[in-house]
């Protein structure tokens, strides 16, 4: 290295508590294959699928979550959502850093929980919305703003619920809101600003229909499922406004990988550097709209 060249920041010592087909297929390989970070470990309640996974990686598995917690600087998290907002509070409080699923619990008094734990230990947060970490949405979602629109149509329709490596209880049994609800809103408020009323009907199970009003007077409706039977999922965002209308095909715009930005900047947060926008607080505010298209569609 030559002189004045800065020294490389140590790679972030992050494990991993999960083994599923999500820790299995995005968060094992992208915190394994660094620079930024490494994998510390394993640790999921079913210790075989650890030891499995923790193998094809060449990392310890952990018979407890204390012991993973031990082993590393931060925690990434790939279990169920009330299995995150338990596990979530005792990682905080053991001072460990967090990357986030989404939606952060499946109750708002466990998600508000999980958020002052993080607050109040001051350790760095990252909410896994991969598509916040793809250049492709941010150039739209740029563009939406700068258009004035006034209106937006979203559908996002999947048959992940019922086929597939994700068809896991919990979705099954609390539907799209969950698991879909915190992309899809995320996104148009990216668009449209903030949301501040729903009205809504349906099954959060089978089909929901809801319609937003924005800060601002712009309204938005929303359709979502997971139990459609379709050549591929439907992810489509179409502002409308003076300027004309603008789509955004959130499938096509998949194609651009987000694990090396989510690693990197993750990584840099908790080396001290600038901290993403989409962390604990994000996720809490996702939560609330959550909770608020909940009582919605009651």
């Not at 379709?230 to 502002?239: A, H, I, K, N, S």
């Not at 409308?240 to 651009?256: C, I, K, R, T």
């Not at 989409?278 to 809490?284: A, E, K, P």
């Amino acid at each position: 290295m030559s002189a004045g060249t800065p020294a490389r920041a140590e790679p972030v010592a992050v494990a991993l508590a999960g083994a599923g087909p999500w820790a299995t297929n995005a968060y094992a390989p992208m915190l394994a294959a660094g620079p930024e970070t490494r994998l510390a470990g394993v640790w999921a309640r079913r210790g075989e699928a650890a030891r499995e996974l923790a193998a094809a990686h060449g990392v310890p598995a952990f018979t407890s979550f204390e012991a993973l917690l031990a082993s590393c600087e931060a925690v990434a998290f790939a279990v169920p959502p009330d299995v995150q907002a338990e596990l979530g509070v005792l990682a905080a409080r053991a001072g460990r850093h967090l990357m986030l699923d989404k939606p952060l619990a499946l109750e708002l008094p466990d998600a508000e929980r999980l958020a002052e734990a993080a607050l109040g230990a001051g350790c760095v947060t990252q909410l896994m919305l991969t598509h916040r970490f793809r250049s492709t949405t941010s150039s739209w979602l740029e563009q939406a703003r700068a258009s004035g629109a006034i209106g937006a149509r979203l559908a996002f329709l999947s048959g992940a619920f019922v086929r597939g490596p994700y068809a896991c209880p919990w979705r099954r049994e609390h539907g799209a809101l969950h698991d879909l609800g915190p992309h899809a809103f995320d996104l148009l408020e990216g668009a449209l600003g903030p949301i501040v009323h729903i009205t809504g009907r349906g099954d959060p199970r089978r089909w929901v229909s809801l319609a937003c009003e924005h800060e601002g007077g712009a309204v938005s409706d929303l359709s979502l499922s997971g139990v459609m039977t379709l050549p591929q999922t439907v992810f489509t965002l179409e502002c409308y406004g003076p300027q004309g209308a603008l789509a955004f095909d959130a499938v096509a715009a998949s194609a651009e990988s987000p694990w090396g930005e989510v690693r990197r900047l993750f990584a840099r947060a908790v080396r001290g550097g600038p901290r993403s926008p989409h962390d604990v607080r994000r996720g809490l505010e996702l939560q609330r709209l959550i909770a608020m298209a909940i009582v919605a569609v009651g």
